[in-house]
């Protein structure tokens, strides 16, 4: 139980921090569609598609900055 690859524990860090991002990312868009159907589009629920780019973004670099650490530094 107590021997736990260190490396390992990294790698599914990064890759569950860009899950999140991408995520919340895609949440978002959808919930402006909702909440505008909800209200009848009285409210501006645009704002919501500014945090969307950037955890797309945020995920993004994550994920690469994983893949390059998986691919280049541990050779798997």
Known sequence: ??????RYCYLWKFAL???FAGGI???SVDIDH???AITGGKIPWSFLHQP???MFLVG???ASLGG???SLV???
């Open 1 to 6: 139980m107590g021997n736990i690859n260190k």
């Open 17 to 19: 921090l860009a899950g």
């Open 25 to 27: 990312g895609g949440v």
């Open 34 to 36: 909702i909440l505008s």
């Open 52 to 54: 969307v780019i950037a």
């Open 60 to 62: 993004g670099i994550f």
């Open 68 to 70: 390059l650490l998986l």
């Open 74 to 76: 541990l050779r798997r």
